[in-house]
């Protein structure tokens, strides 16, 4: 008989799809990348995307795992998927979108939503809280489809995340992962489960019970690959689909991280610093934690929403030379950006970054922008891309302090993934502006790997979390830092970069006022 030994994992992110193919010691056996362009936009602002793109891609991303990389597919043991988050898709009682599906990206709002009533209205005006619930009512998608499209809000059969979508279309059932729920949704964080009849959310939101797929924890059985999705993409019918976790979470436990004290980067689209927690602790005041890939764990995270986009940004407006260079090699932009600022020396002569180009949740405020500061006739292309990496890694650090307050739990060391992981130039960056070891996890598809991991111990090839963790990841590169840079790092974040956001935030503030952008 032959040895179900592999594992298949669906990783949809906001530029890319990937099908990739796992061992039980965490080592790739292929995989297979489409790339695409995010989303479109037909007002500013506004992020959406088919969602029949994302599942033709899926489809030929593993047929591509089977006639390219010459994978058996009698070998499968199970599949998962994780996703990109807060991207929600309308879908009828036949499960067919009836919309463009709405990113997280997307920066629309609903204006004016009804406050919420009753004994909660009370309890938020005496507490101070209606503001704070007002603006979670003003960013759900929901409140937006039901006052601007009440035709689509009405037909609506389900209202799902991107992960429940592609979960309907493996399987047919409308089911979804606990650790995928990180949106504006009914979702209690700390019960890590729909919110009970009596919760706020119910009135501050236009969605019904019904409307919402069935939770499953990660590890747990999702359902079953159905004959259509097998036609189509041909993973076996009947292969086991287990639910793994959004993919910042699946990060996290592929790069090794699983308590308090090892900060989990990620400099991919969004940029984020996260820790593992056995207990419901808010990195911001009133900012939940998020589910957790491990069950009945929380992930503490702090985001900057344009995180290693900006690369993407900078390589798009100004890197013109590099791409064209770069694709006459067969190489990445992105190993030519490195190579432009290797000689240009740490804080960039003065040129300081702060990376708020999409304000984030709550801190900073809706009113944020990104700035550049200290120009001189000096500065080049390559020090605004320097300031970059300095800048990410800056506000990274200031999440950290915020976790380490909240948790009172030093972070010890710093596990990297996402884009910014194969940059050594970022890697450094990090260690020195943390003063902390800087390590790459021994596989760049982190989040892949954390899917598969969820799928291993939910069919019991491992026997729990910490034995699979143990057995499917390892520390590859570590970057120590380096005390000269450190000293330089630590005197500009304290006496300028902690300082910025605070002056600015008055002229961001007027901006808003007289240009409207954003609302």
């Known amino acids: 008989m032959t040895t179900k030994d592999l594992l298949l994992t669906i990783d949809n992110g906001t530029q890319s799809l990937k099908a990739m193919a796992f061992d039980l010691s965490g080592r790739m056996q292929a995989i297979v990348k489409i790339p695409f362009t995010p989303y479109f936009s037909e007002k500013p602002g506004w992020a959406e995307q088919d969602p029949e793109m994302y599942w033709e891609l899926l489809g030929r991303a593993c047929q591509g795992l089977w006639s390219e990389r010459k994978i058996e597919r009698k070998r499968l043991a199970g599949v998962s998927v994780t996703t990109q988050r807060g991207t929600v898709i309308n879908v009828d009682k036949n499960g067919r979108p009836l919309r463009p599906a709405i990113l997280w990206l997307d920066q629309r709002k609903a204006i004016n939503p009804p406050p919420v009533g009753g004994l909660w209205g009370l309890l938020f005006k005496v507490t101070g809280l209606s503001r704070t619930v007002a603006y979670f009512q003003q960013e759900a998608e929901a409140n937006w489809l039901q006052t601007h499209q009440p035709e689509i809000w009405k037909k609506t059969h389900k209202y799902l995340l991107l992960s429940g979508y592609l979960t309907y279309r493996l399987t047919g059932e409308f089911s979804d992962s606990v650790g995928c729920q990180v949106a504006y949704l009914p979702f209690d964080y700390k019960r890590l489960a729909w919110a009970g009849n009596s919760d706020w959310k119910w009135r501050a939101l236009p969605v019904d019970p019904d409307m919402l797929p069935r939770l499953i924890h990660p590890g747990g059985r999702l359902g079953l690959v159905s004959a259509t999705a097998a036609r189509h993409t041909g993973i076996p019918e009947g292969l086991p689909v287990i639910a793994a976790a959004a993919d910042k979470a699946c990060e996290v436990i592929g790069s090794g991280s699983m308590d308090a004290q090892t900060g989990c980067i990620s400099y991919g689209t969004t940029a984020t610093i996260n820790v593992t927690h056995n207990r419901y602790v808010e990195p911001i005041s009133l900012i939940p934690p998020y589910p957790s890939a491990i069950p009945g764990h929380h992930s503490l995270e702090v985001q900057i929403f344009r995180g290693y986009w900006m690369v993407s940004w900078f390589k798009n407006e100004f890197g013109h030379k590099e791409k064209q260079k770069a694709q006459n090699l067969g190489v990445d932009a992105e190993a030519l950006f490195d190579r432009l600022i290797d000689d240009i020396a740490p804080g960039c002569m003065g040129l300081m970054l702060q990376p708020y180009w999409t304000p984030g949740i709550k801190m900073p405020g809706p009113e944020a922008k990104g700035s550049i500061i200290g120009f001189g006739d000096i500065h080049s292309r390559g020090h605004v891309y ?41 890697m450094q960056v990090t260690a020195d502006v943390f003063n902390l070891p800087a390590s790459r996890p021994h596989i760049y598809e982190t989040s892949g790997l954390g899917a598969a991991i969820n799928t291993a111990v939910g069919l019991n090839l491992h026997p729990d979390y910490p034995a699979a963790i143990a057995a499917m990841t390892r520390i590859g590169d570590t970057f120590e830092p380096i005390a000269e840079n450190q000293r330089l790092y630590d005197t500009l974040y304290r006496r300028i970069y902690q300082k910025m956001y605070a002056r600015l935030k008055p002229l ?12």
């Open 386 to 426: 320097r300031a970059i990496l300095e800048g990410l890694a800056y506000a990274l650090r200031e999440g950290k302090e915020r976790i380490e307050k909240r948790t009172k739990t030093p972070i010890r060391q710093l596990r990297i993934s996402g884009g910014g992981s194969q940059s050594r130039n970022a």
């Open 508 to 519: 961001y503030e007027e901006i808003r006022e007289i240009t409207g952008y954003p609302q």
